[in-house]
Structure formats: C-alpha cells, structure tokens
C-alpha cells in the first residue's frame, strides 16, 4: 500500500524547494542529508511529505518520550491509513541492578511496565515483520537496545485460515510456545481460553481478540470479536497471522542449547573466582546463576533473562544484540529529529550501560555475557542504516560532515516572522542598561528572558529586580520541572514580566509574548555561549514581530560572530521573502484560555513537602498548600489513592507521559501520608 498523506495545508515558503531536494537526494541514494530547518517552519510537514514521496518505510527517531509522543499524533494525522507506529522504552519505572563496591550494596532490579506501552512495541515488530512497505516508526533511542531475534520472532507466527487442518490441542501446544498462558478467569492481552470446539486468543499487540472454530481436526472458520462483549467485528476468510506474546520468544530446542552453554560459562567462571581466591564471589556467581537456570527451566524465563540473550540468540561473545533496526528492510528511510541532540544521546548509550555491568561481573552478580545484553555502539547503529535525514535548527559538526557540508535550509515561517534583531552592547554597567530595556518592554506589554552563565547569579539578579518591584522569577535546572511549568504560564499570562535563567532558556519553549531575549556576559565562551547555544537562545526572541536580541560583551568572540551572521542571512532571506509575496509579519498570540490549556499540567503540581515527626513518631506530609488533604481520613485518603493511580494509568494509557509523571509523584506523597495516618 502506498502512503496517503491527509493535511488541510499545502507546502509553502521554502518547504516545497526543502522536499524536493530531499526527496531527490533519497531518490539518488544520497547516505546522509542535512534538514536545517528554523524554529516553526513546519519541519515535521516536510518530513512526512518527503516520507510520502519516497515510499520507503521510515524510522523517525528522536531523544525523549514526549516528543515521541507529539510526533507520534503528528505522523497519525498526516497518515491516518498508514501503519504509524510507536516504540519506546515500556518502563513505567526502571531502576536497574547495580552493584556499588565502595559501599558494598547491591541494588536489585525494579521496574513497572506499562502494559499498553509493551502493546505498542509488539504492534511495532508485528506490523514490520508482516511485509507491509507503508510503514512509520517514532522511537525513541530505546530501539538501540537488545530485543529478540526477528528471525526467531518470524518462525514462531502462527498462520491460521479456514479449512486448514489443526488439532486443537496443538494449536493449544503452540500457544505456549509464543508464550501465550491460557485462562479461565480474566481474559487479557497475551492470554487464549477455551470452551469445547472453540478457542480465543487475546493477542499481545491488539485491541481485538481472534476466535477459531473447530470442527474435528479441521479450522472451520475464524473470526476478530471484542474481548469483552464477545461480538464478531469481522470474519477472517483469507486468515490471520498469530505474532507472539513476546518479543523474547525462543524455540525448545534454542532453550535447551542456551541452558548448557550457560552451565559451561557459570562452571568455567566460578572456577576463576576460586583460582583468585575469591570465594564469595566464586559462592555467588553459582547460587545466583543456578536459581535462574532452576526458572528458566521451570517457567521458560527468570528474572533478568535479557542478560542471558546472547545464549538464546545464539550470538558469539562481543558480538552486538538484536535490535528494532534489525526488523526493518534493508533500505528504510532514517530520520533522526532534533539530532543535534539524539545523535549524542545514542553516543553515550553504551558507556553508561557498560560500566554498570562491568562491576555486576567483578563481585559475581552476573556472567561476563551480561555485558552483551547491551545498546548499540555508536559505530554499530552507524552501520545499521543506508539513508538518513537529519533534521535540526542547529545541526552539529557530525552531521554536517556525513552530509559532505551539503545542508538543505527550511527558513520561511508561515507567519512570515522574521529571526530577531541582534544589539550588542558593552558589559559594563549592563545590568543598568538591561533594567532600561525591560521598563520599556514591560510598558509595551511584552515578556523578557534573560539567560545567566550560572545559577546563583539567576538567583542574585532575580532578587536584585524584586527589590526594583520588577515582576521576575527564575529558572535553572534546580527548580522542579512542574514548578516550571507553573513559572512559565506565569509569564505568558503576564503575572511576571522577566524570567532569568542559565540553560533551560534555549529550545523547545514556545513563548510568542517574549519580545526581548537578554544575553548577558555573551562572549565568555563555552558550552553556554558556543555558536549553537546562542542561535538557540536567541531563537526564543522569534515568535514576536517586535523580536530582539541584545548581547553584553566586551569583545566579539568567533561563536558570537558566527552566530550573528547566520541569523542576519536568515533574516534577510525571510525579509526578501516577505516583500515578494506581500507577507507582513504577526505574532500568534495565545488566549487566556489556550495558555491555561497549554500548561494545564502545572494545575496538578505537588507543592514541596517536608516530613514532620507526628506525635506518635509515624511520618506524614505537611501538604499546607492542600488543607482538605491534610484533614482526610485513612479509608478516604485509600479511596484518592486508588482514583490518583487508576488517572495515571490512564495518562500514561493515552501518551501523556508528563501527566503520568505528575500523578505517580502525587501517588507516592499520598502513600508516605497514608502512612502516617492512625487506623
């Protein structure tokens, strides 16, 4: 099937110049190309139309859940009768084991796993493996890391159609085999049951459960029902294929091969221990190794089985694991968002993972083949694709290089709003002369950001202009990611005119009633004032036709001066542009109620809380700023407990992560106060 791009909008500015060129250089075979797309050019657009145009079917990769999750919706809209897929990491909560010698403690493995998430990841693999070309990928830089093997996960599909000849109790057999556990209660994902002749599996990837008929030995017909009601949505002449429950799934005979060669290796690594004169670890690594190979043998899997994948992969030592790329064809289209920022992220995937590890295997926690239960390497994930486009407002040396220079612009805004002027200024006296500009916006009605080189003078000058009477707050990495959230509704809804921070002023925020961006001491250079970062902070000032910048330096560094030219050619093609076409620019301003919208997250944020010893010694919260709360009885506060976990759930359900991430934080103040409350 072929892609069907569905959008009210058509490409303009430089967007229709963009695809083209991009779609051309996939169409020629070009490796690597470079999408320099501006703040609010509608990069996602061109992307999907470029996916579109080329047929391919595309891994759209990118550096954290949320964003995933905004692109996931995107890419739904554009394509909503295309396979538009989602795969990131199914950890609700994922505290990893780890051993820490110089206190000797041992940290066992936690985690949750969010089961719609984990319904997701299958759907993913299903849908490649199912030979389909038209299809999109949003992942997160989980799909670098180990999963099984898709040729393992291929011979175990079950294809299933009318008039085939299958004895049910086969059919039953191989169920569990895909690790499938059958039920007579409660019918869920991963599950079958069975009542005489006829056979319902849940699969593991669907929102749809299959019902088999049979008569004797023969498949009589097969049908898609509703797991709950039982109402046939469909029926199934041609077949269904059957994916396992699993993506770990591992034939007997691949089972038995794994378990010998894991007694080979625990023999021939507590012998080492010994010879070292080791004997605890030599005593551990034996118990510990011998336990999961007691329930691999008994239940088909132990906890931690992933660090066991090379056995049942049948992978050589050092070798690199089976990953999400591994399932695509060989000729996918890569496309990696904000890589300026993934692409260092998948860099330092390995290192982190490998030095954990590496002190399990020292004190005998695990076998040295954990270490290749691993992510990617960086010079691994470079050899797994043929084709990328990287897409940033500010593309780094790497990519730029794999791109032999050759960057494609996407400059033009819809608005028709041009980048902000620049102003430099001597630092002398600049914070005299910043108060200045910020009467002057603030009389205007406008917002001022002001980007610090460290914490404590954010802090400093935060107070400075309170005690001016300037409405200011300010952020830094130390301020709780709610608490921000809140500080920045504050100053789009104009409770505050000047926001002060260090780092977290550079990307991502969309503020159009910032009129002024502020930089103060511009040419210390570093990683807070390199090229990159100043392009970024300046672009907060774009949103706004009234946009400006003003550096205080003493001197032009080479970042200040780089980044300077480049956002003035900008801003001259953008003005050219506007001229030619008879665009005036206008800032999107947002109402009171599409900005209370927008951050209605911040509406459930837990104010800070500190334990108080009652007089009975238990410990509870003192939430002041949640009287009712406070007051509730033990069976009430159970009853908020349940109703907070069953909204996360459903947020984390739905995609939301932050949300999700808000009520677990709630979930866990309302348990500390639960127990601090008298029966």
Known sequence: MEYQLTSEFKPTGDQPTAIAKLVEGVNNGEHAQVLLGATGTGKTFTMANVIAQTGKPALVLCHNKTLAAQLYGE????????????????????QPEAYIASTDVFIEKDLAINQEIEKLRLHTTSTLLSGRRDVIVIASVSCIYGIGNPEEFAKNVIFLKPGMRYTRNNLLYQFVQILYSRTEVEFTRGSFRVKGDTVDVFPAYADYAVRIY?????????????P???KKLSDEANGIALYPANLFVTGKDTLNSAIKQIQDDMVQQHAYFEKEGRDSEAKRIMERTEFDLEMIRELGYCSGIENYSRYFDGRTPGSRPFCLLDYFPKDYLLVVDESHATMPQIRAMWGGDRSRKTALIEYGFRLPSALDNRPLTFNEFESMFQQAVYVSATPSDYELTQADGVVVEQIIRPTGLLDPEIDLRPSINQIDDLLDEVDNRVKMGDRVLVTTLTKRMAEELSKYMDRLGIKVEYVHSDVKTLDRV????KLRLG????LIGVNLLREGLDLPEVSLVAILDADKEGFLRDQRSLIQTMGRAARNDRGKVIMYADRMTGSMQRAIDETNRRRATQAAYN????????????????IMGQTDLA??????????????????????????IAMMTRPELEKLIKTTEKQMEAAAK??????????RDELAALKTMLKGKRE
């Open 75 to 94: 890419f739904k809209a554009f394509f909503p009768n295309n396979a538009v897929e989602y795969y990131i990491s199914y950890y609700d909560y994922y």
């Open 214 to 226: 049979f008569f004797g030995d023969e498949i009589e017909s097969v049908h898609k029902i509703d």
């Open 228 to 230: 709950i009601s039982g």
């Open 486 to 489: 809140e500080i920045l509704r």
């Open 495 to 498: 409770e505050i005119d000047v």
């Open 579 to 594: 001229e030619e076409h008879g665009i005036t620019p206008r800032t999107v301003r947002k109402s009171h109620a599409e």
């Open 603 to 628: 509406d459930y944020r837990v104010l800070d809380t500190l334990p108080y010893a009652d007089t009975d010694g238990g410990a509870a919260l003192a939430m002041a700023a949640e009287p009712v």
């Open 654 to 663: 739905d995609l939301d992560f932050l949300t999700a991430a808000k009520l």
